[in-house]
């Protein structure tokens, strides 16, 4: 009898335990929110909504989309790197987790220390475009024509900091030029202006100049990644049209807070690289000028330490003084 009782005391024993180790071994087992630093309708919002559906059907539990705007991403970026490290809340990274420390003093968080990478799930070239009354046809011609005329021109951004501001500049620095910059509150009013003709030139997002291009109200010239777009494939390269090593991104990717457990990490990283692969994800990506990527935590985490070095540099020739 008291052995009994005792076979029935252990049996209690392991049933209580036998909850507590299926739900850590069988994440997710609640709903998972994917936060888009930035507002309804843009870059970050549009990748996580493409992502979100198909995340959550894999994993079993529903994905939800929190849009967490403000302060350039610093917002959202910052709620994600203090949330519980246990892959319930997970960060639409864009590249502003590079450049924002080059041009902040007092950032909430590390983007290195704070979040753990998952994956970069897809890049967008800017394209760089003119207004057709600068009679430029090429890069090269560009660079002869502001050489010629040094702080004449003038060219827009969707903001100060932002891909496309960050991605000009790169361009001046390597190339040498001085031109004005103009910067705009988004990417919707710079090109309006420079469609009116009040600007020169911009590095446009693919989603807004692509279909200006295509319309004739803009020229372009090249794209800003290190291969020609599927959205725009007579485009040149920036580096293959005349400055050799060029490039500059706008990329996505999924974080989750630092500390989070590894399997976990492991898990998001297998089935984000899978539904990257999709047939209908890459149609929705290249119908907004992206392209998916799909990589290791550990490739992700190099290309945001190398981002960090390369934009800061930027800033620094740039003669940007953190705010």
Do not use: C
């Not at 009782?5 to 335990?17: E, V």
């Not at 394209?127 to 003038?154: D, N, T, W, Y």
């Not at 500390?259 to 990257?276: D, M, S, Y």
């Amino acid at each position: 009898m008291h052995t009994t009782l005792w076979i029935r005391i252990a049996g209690a024993f392991l049933a209580a335990l036998a909850p507590a180790t299926h739900g850590q071994s069988g994440y997710p087992v609640k709903p998972v929110r994917l936060v888009s630093p930035s507002s309804a309708g843009g870059g970050s919002d549009i990748v996580a909504r493409s992502l979100a559906p198909k995340l959550a059907e894999r994993l079993g539990q529903q994905v939800i989309v929190e849009n967490r705007p403000g302060a350039g991403t610093v917002i959202g970026s910052d709620y994600v790197a203090k949330a519980p490290p246990d892959g319930y809340t997970l960060l639409l990274g864009i590249a502003t987790l590079a450049t924002n420390p080059a041009l902040l003093k007092k950032m909430p968080y590390d983007a290195v220390r704070d979040l753990a990478p998952i994956s970069k799930v897809a890049a967008s070239p800017n394209v760089l475009v003119v207004h057709p009354s600068v009679p430029v046809r090429s890069v090269k011609e560009l660079i002869a024509f502001v050489s010629a005329r040094p702080g004449q021109l003038s060219f827009a951004s969707a903001g100060v900091g932002t891909n496309p501001h960050m991605a000009m500049e790169l361009f001046l620095s390597t190339t040498k030029l001085k031109m004005v910059h103009i910067p705009y509150k988004g990417s919707a009013p710079a090109i309006t202006d420079l469609v009116g003709g009040h600007v020169a030139a911009m590095a446009a997002t693919a989603l807004t100049g692509i279909p200006q291009i295509r319309s004739g109200r803009l020229r372009g010239l090249g794209v800003s990644s290190a291969q020609r777009s599927a959205s725009a494939p007579d485009l040149p390269t920036i580096a293959e049209a005349g400055v050799p090593g060029y490039e500059a991104t706008q990329w996505y990717g999924v974080l989750a807070p630092a500390g989070t457990p590894p399997e976990i990490i492991k898990r998001l990283n297998a089935e984000l690289v899978q539904i990257l692969q999709l047939a209908d994800v890459k149609s929705r990506f290249a119908a907004d000028g992206a392209e998916p990527v799909g990589d290791s935590p550990e490739q992700f985490a190099q290309y945001i330490r190398s981002e960090l070095t390369k934009w800061a540099k930027v800033a620094r020739d740039a003669g940007i003084q953190p705010e």
